[in-house]
C-alpha cells in the first residue's frame, strides 16, 4: 500500500486548493478513508472521513461548510475539496486508510491502517 496526497500549495485566505489521494496501483477498496491534518506544534486532528461506498462522511467542526470531501473510484482517488480557507487550516495534510471496523470512531488516528507522505497547506492572510 502506498498512499500518495497531493494538491498542496500557498494560497491566500479566501481562496481553494484540492488535495488528492491515490494508492498507486490499486483500488481503494478500503472500509474508510480519512483526511487528517497537523500544525507546527500540535496533535494530527482529523480533517473529514469518509467510506467505501462515498455514502457517509464526516467533518470536523472546524472545517463543516468549508471543506468537502469525495471519492471517485473509477479513478482510485479520494479529494478533499477546500473552500474559503484560513490561515487556521495551515497544516501538513495527510490521507490515511482504515481496513476494518473494529468499534473505534473514525476520527482517531489511532485505528487507521495507512498513511500517505504528507502534502504542506500554507494559507497567507
Known amino acids: 500500500v502506498q498512499l500518495q496526497a497531493s494538491g498542496g500549495g500557498l494560497v491566500q485566505a479566501g481562496g481553494s486548493l484540492r488535495l488528492s489521494c491515490a494508492d498507486s496501483?490499486?483500488?481503494?477498496?478500503?472500509?474508510?478513508m480519512g483526511w487528517f491534518r497537523q500544525a507546527p506544534g500540535k496533535e494530527r486532528d482529523v480533517v473529514a472521513t469518509?467510506?467505501?461506498?462515498?455514502?457517509?462522511?464526516y467533518y470536523a467542526d472546524s472545517v463543516k461548510g468549508r471543506f468537502t470531501i469525495s471519492r471517485d473510484n473509477a479513478k482510485n482517488t479520494v479529494y478533499l475539496q477546500m473552500n474559503s480557507l484560513k490561515p487556521e487550516d495551515t497544516a501538513v495534510y495527510y490521507c490515511?486508510?482504515?481496513?476494518?471496523?473494529?468499534?473505534?470512531?473514525?476520527?482517531?488516528?489511532?485505528?487507521?491502517?495507512?498513511w500517505g507522505q504528507g502534502t504542506l497547506v500554507t494559507v497567507s492572510s
Open positions: 496501483g490499486r483500488t481503494l477498496n478500503y472500509y474508510r
Open positions: 490515511a486508510a482504515r481496513t476494518s471496523y473494529d468499534g473505534r470512531s473514525s476520527s482517531s488516528s489511532n485505528v487507521y491502517d495507512y
Open positions: 469518509i467510506n467505501r461506498s462515498g455514502l457517509s462522511t
